[in-house]
């Protein structure tokens, strides 16, 4: 008898994560995972336990990689694991899942003629909810052969070859990390941020973002009023400080750019 859609697709996913100091999360992560024959991990130097959760498991692979970029991190992870399927699910470690999108992950034709697909997500602070948030969807279950993978500003890029469909199911985002070390992970962030600001093409939010401090009063303003989140209380005023504190990072981080060459300038002997 041939298989059905449903005990087929499941078969042909393999999940893969980027971890790094990822204990808060790693767990919840995970255990939405339990369907999958094989699970990849790529870290990058963990020292808190996150290791340890990781090789508990049966069928999860682990392989160490030192972190340059994100371009780069997830380029080996999907490239030089020797994933045996022909789909990978990309997640984060603060990523978990959904029982609805496992679900329809399940019934989809594994040899339909598309490239990728889309997901929503849905954001929660501390497991609660919020109305909205800033996070887009994005294309995190892809075909192998058909895409390529490279870096954009902090984060990384995922350009695909041929059709890409929308799911209906959401992915929650959840990240327990302390702010400390969210803090830390900014500061490094925002680096990389610049120098992709530098490259972009003009608009709106680069113009902002290039003109401190008007960035982070506009995202805290509109997180807050514009998404609605003033609703969800302190977890959403969580959310928007996070934003205005990220984008506040940026802004100290192009002011002390404009200043230090500012201070050359007015010390170099021949300005031509």
């Not at 090789?55 to 160490?64: A, D, G, I, K």
């Not at 849905?122 to 279950?141: E, G, H, M, Q």
């Not at 609703?231 to 996070?242: C, S, T």
Request: hydrophobic fraction near 45%; aromatic fraction near 10%; charged fraction near 20%.
């Amino acid at each position: 008898m041939k298989k059905s859609f449903a005990s087929r697709m499941l078969d042909h996913v393999t999940p893969v994560l980027l971890t790094h100091n990822e204990v808060q999360n790693i767990d919840r992560a995970l255990s939405h995972l339990s369907w999958a024959r094989d699970i990849v991990v790529v870290d990058s130097g963990s020292t808190d336990g996150t290791l340890a959760v990781l090789e508990s498991l049966p069928n999860v692979r682990v392989f160490t990689r030192n972190f340059d970029s994100h371009g780069n991190q997830w380029r080996y992870a999907v490239e030089e694991t020797q994933i045996a399927t022909d789909w990978i699910l990309r997640l984060d470690a603060d990523y978990q899942v959904s029982d609805a999108l496992v679900a329809e992950i399940a019934a989809l034709d594994p040899d339909a003629p598309v490239s990728a697909y889309r997901v929503s997500f849905d954001y929660a602070i501390f497991s609660r909810k919020l109305l909205s948030s800033l996070y887009p969807a994005n294309t995190v279950l892809l075909r192998k052969g058909r895409f390529s993978v490279g870096d954009k500003g902090h984060t990384e890029a995922w350009d695909v070859n041929g059709p890409v469909a929308t799911l209906s199911a959401v992915i929650i985002h959840d990240d327990w990390k302390p702010t400390g070390q969210w803090l830390i992970s900014q500061a490094r962030y925002m680096q990389r941020e610049l120098d992709y600001l530098h490259m972009g093409k003009s608009g709106l939010v680069r113009w902002l973002r290039l003109r401190p401090p008007l960035m982070p009063i506009a995202v805290f303003l509109y997180c807050l009023f514009g998404k609605g989140l003033l609703f969800n209380g302190r977890a959403g005023i969580f959310y928007a400080l996070q934003r205005m504190v990220a984008e506040a990072a940026l802004s100290l981080i192009v002011l002390e750019e404009k200043l230090r060459n500012q201070a050359l300038r007015s010390t170099d002997p021949d300005p031509t």
